[in-house]
């Protein structure tokens, strides 16, 4: 029997992850949820941009998607500017017993460490009232921060740092809520975006790196930033805004977790929205977008891993695997115990199976 699902949100992400849902026969879809009037009432297969009808149309009410009984909610809303009301969402969800896969909040990959206990308790009495689960990954923070570093140490006599890097060109990302008023493309390096401001860094990506630690059997200690961030040598466009000559058109960040006054586990992304901004910068193996995992131990590794997509660009396929690790990981949500679950708890998930060419 089909697995009966609804879709949160049809951005970049969500999006992608309602095509998943239609065009997977595991899944049975009775529900979308979006946030603007203007998309409600839209058929979910034009809005996933396929050539078809479902019959389901979008709503903006969250309590036609729990009147619809769906098994499992994909969650892809936009949570960096809304923590909160994303977190109470997601709650609301857990306490009608409906299971929650998702690419956000991003703290809420390891819910442990990534909320506060008060908030947590809440989140998990809901979902044990639901009888439900709750389970939150993507790309990066996601598979690259915790799936693929535990796979390869797994192979490892000893292991004396891991540190996971995202290369990125974000010239053709066009969301400019992400671009513009997150991480702070366009604006003037005397002003302080979002993403940069004290701790939102680790509240970002400190759930993972204690996650990851927690695989390793390690505690950290503490969790240091550091930014750096390039102006504009020129005014130039790209998809999301006009970047304006000295304001910012590139960083480069590292959030480390500290054991025993070491630098263990690190997180780095070198951002870019030219080619030749800081030279001195390392960059990806692929031009545009790829991910590196690289371990210091005894063997040591360099993992370069490179997304492509015969439908996208770079920033397109990097979507793709997010929401698509969720997507696959649906029925093992379902059919696991209800709680706060993480990587560490869940089984490990695949597509549904191989089809062939193209």
């Known amino acids: 029997m089909a ?43 034009e809005l996933a941009g396929l050539d078809v009808a479902t019959g389901v149309t979008a709503t903006t009410s969250a309590d036609d998607i729990i009147a619809a009984a769906p098994d499992c909610v994909v969650y892809c809303a936009m949570s960096d500017n809304r ?37 947590r308790a809440k989140l998990e009495a809901a979902a044990m009232d639901g009888g439900a689960t709750l389970f939150v990954t ?23 740092q891991v540190r ?39 509240a970002g990506w400190g759930a993972s790196i204690h996650l990851l630690a927690a695989g390793l059997g390690v505690e950290i200690d503490e969790i240091t930033e550091h930014v750096e961030r390039e102006p504009a040598p020129e ?7 006009t970047i304006a000559e000295g304001t910012q058109a590139g960083f480069r960040f590292q959030i480390t977790g500290m ?21 001195d910068w390392p960059y990806a193996v692929q031009e545009g977008h790829s991910y590196r995992v690289e371990v210091i131990g005894e063997p040591s590794y360099v993992l370069d891993l490179a997304a492509q997509s015969a439908d996208g660009d770079h920033n397109y396929s990097a979507i ?9 990981a649906v029925p093992a949500v379902v059919a696991a115990e209800p709680g706060l679950t993480t990587t560490l708890q869940m089984p490990l998930t695949g597509a549904p199976g191989i089809v062939g060419p193209r």
């Open 235 to 241: 005014t130039y466009e790209v998809a999301a805004c």
């Open 320 to 328: 793709l695997a997010g929401v698509g690790r969720v997507v696959n």
């Open 3 to 45: 697995i009966r699902v609804a879709q949160i949100a049809t951005g970049n992400a969500g999006a992608l992850a309602l095509r998943h849902l239609i065009e997977d026969p595991r899944f049975e879809l009775v529900g979308v949820w979006v946030h603007t009037a203007e998309k409600a009432g839209r058929d979910a297969g």
């Open 259 to 279: 054991v025993a006054g070491e630098p263990v586990i690190v997180v780095e992304h070198v951002t870019r929205t030219r080619d030749d901004l800081r030279p």
């Open 83 to 119: 923590p909160v009301e994303a977190v109470r969402d997601i709650r609301e969800y857990l306490s009608a017993g409906i299971n929650v896969a998702g690419t956000a909040p991003t703290p809420l990959i390891n819910p442990a460490a990534g909320i506060p206990d008060s908030a």
């Open 164 to 202: 996971c890097t995202e290369f990125s060109d974000y010239a053709t990302y066009d969301s400019t809520e992400s671009m513009v008023d997150v991480m702070g493309f366009g604006t003037p390096l005397d002003q302080t975006p979002l993403l940069f401001l004290p701790g939102v860094l680790t």
């Open 138 to 160: 993507g790309v990066d923070p996601g598979f690259t921060n915790d799936l693929l570093p535990l796979a390869i140490t797994g192979t490892c006599r000893e292991v004396r």
